[in-house]
């Protein structure tokens, strides 16, 4: 069978292992290019049929499932060897929930399987201390090999790292932009980050020097833009878009997650207003061939009990969580599919 994505057989791909024939019994690894995989039952449930319809429809057939990321990184021996995939989180505009995303994103892929880390690129206004619970949280250092790392803060199954839990909260932060970028290279070549699938990067709003950093500097594998329906929203994010497409910068651009799309209220939770217009999210896919990634609802509880570091996929709301996990197994299949063909799913 082929793989829907990829269009090529799995076992050319090399995703078939270990296959083992014992009488009537058939074993074998099944090894995706993420844990996220949206298609993993499907695949599966393909492989059976297809064992049981042109081999032996009798055969036992006992199927593992595996992973092992890709990646298109081809450095090795710095800090960032061990990371293979770097996912930017940017928005023209402040406000429009772009932190939610990216640290509900990073967490669904943690909870998924993938070794995930998040990094807070927002050097003026860090938001990651008080969306997981780390205000009071401070990173220890440890000495690696010749040099002096810090060691990111591990919760909600992520490893995490923020200049807010390097300095008082109530501490303002007037830098030039050469400050601001030693500042993110070091958050981002002096933290131990190991070995992750995936480092989501919440950034900053806006189009100024951190962009042109993390895009000239660092490996940077992609982005997921991110709106709200309004159309002041809309005009900026298209200028960030326009960033990424520029020839100095010029980032795949994964696609776009409207936020705040709708409000559904706790005493009616099956209705849906459209508080901050409609759209939006969907004019913008249109105009530049991007696919929607998700319509993220809002909801009072998902702000409330952020600000008391419980991010929205560990809320007790079934909504919030199924759209996030969604969310991460878009990201992670246009991700894999990128890497192996350069390409995007329409």
Known sequence: MDDPDLKKDIVTLGMVQDL?????????????????????????????????????????????????????????????????NIIAVASGKGGVGKSTVATNLAIALGMMGAKTG??????????????????????????????????????FGIKSMSVGLLIDEKQALVWRGPMITTA??????????????????????????????MAQQFPLSAVVIVTTPQQVSVADTRKSIEMFRMPAISKPILGIVENM??????????????????GGGEELAAEYGLPILSFLPLFQSLAQEADAGIPAIMQDNAILKTEFIQLA????QQMAVLNATGELVS
């Open 184 to 213: 993110l290279r070091q958050l981002m070549m002096d933290v131990a980050w190991g070995e992750l699938d995936y480092l989501v990067v919440d950034m900053p709003p806006g189009t100024g020097d951190i962009y042109l950093t």
């Open 329 to 332: 197994e878009k990201v992670a």
């Open 20 to 84: 083992i024939i014992e009488g009537n019994k058939v074993t074998f690894r099944l090894v995706l290019t993420t844990p996220a995989c949206p298609m993993k039952d499907m695949i599966k449930n393909a492989c059976l049929n297809a064992i049981h319809h042109l081999v032996d429809k009798d055969l036992e057939v006992e199927i593992v499932i595996d992973s092992m990321v890709t990646t298109q990184k081809r450095t090795t021996g710095d800090a960032l060897s061990g990371i293979k």
């Open 261 to 278: 799309s709708y409000f559904s209220p706790a005493e009616l939770p099956g209705s849906k207003y459209h508080i901050f217009g409609k």
């Open 118 to 155: 998040l990094l807070d690129a927002d050097i003026y206004g860090p938001s990651l201390p008080t969306m997981l619970g780390l205000r009071t949280t401070r990173p220890d250092v440890s000495k690696q090999g010749e040099k002096m790392v810090i060691n990111p803060i591990e919760k």
